[in-house]
Structures are given as structure tokens and as C-alpha cells.
């Protein structure tokens, strides 16, 4: 962190996750905006049109929150 010209730092738009066995369906997350550090996802941004309801927008990011903290772990931060 004190040399910040030594990391790489990346921004995906529509960053898709997606699990599944050949044997069963698979189940597929599309968070907004991923932001990565060293190619480890940092942080997810999840954006809404305005005709969206608060309570539809916040009842998604929670599904996300969930899926992605099973998958990839409790350390990356959502924002919303």
C-alpha cells in the first residue's frame, strides 16, 4: 500500500461468476462493476436504473453478498 505504482489495479464492468458441476445446473452472478488489486477482487459496485425499487435493489445486493462470500470469502467490500 505505500507503493501504489507496484500493484495493478483493474475495473471490470458485467464481471460474471458462475458455478455449476457437469452433473447439475449452474447458477450464475453478474455484479455490476468488480473492482480488482493484483487480479484479487477488491470491491463490487452494484448499480440500479432509477425505475428499480430500493427494496428489489437491496434484496439483489444481499443475494449477491451472500453467493459471492461463500465463494470468494468475507474479505472483499460491497458497495452500493
Known amino acids: 500500500w505505500r507503493n501504489p505504482q507496484n500493484n495493478t489495479?483493474?475495473?471490470c464492468?458485467?464481471?460474471?461468476l458462475s458455478e455449476g458441476t457437469p452433473q447439475g445446473?449452474?447458477?450464475?452472478?453478474?455484479p455490476a462493476i468488480v473492482v480488482f488489486i493484483n487480479g484479487?477482487?477488491?470491491a463490487?459496485?452494484?448499480?440500479k436504473k432509477s425505475s428499480v425499487k430500493v427494496?428489489?435493489?437491496v434484496a439483489q445486493?444481499?443475494?449477491?453478498s451472500v453467493w459471492l462470500h461463500k465463494k470468494i470469502g468475507k474479505q472483499i467490500i460491497q458497495l452500493s
Do not use: L, Y
Open 13 to 16: 464492468a458485467e464481471f460474471e
Open 25 to 30: 445446473p449452474s447458477s450464475n452472478r453478474r
Open 44 to 47: 463490487v459496485i452494484e448499480n
Open 40 to 42: 484479487i477482487p477488491f
Open 61 to 64: 445486493m444481499v443475494r449477491v
Open 55 to 57: 427494496a428489489e435493489a
Open 9 to 11: 489495479f483493474h475495473v
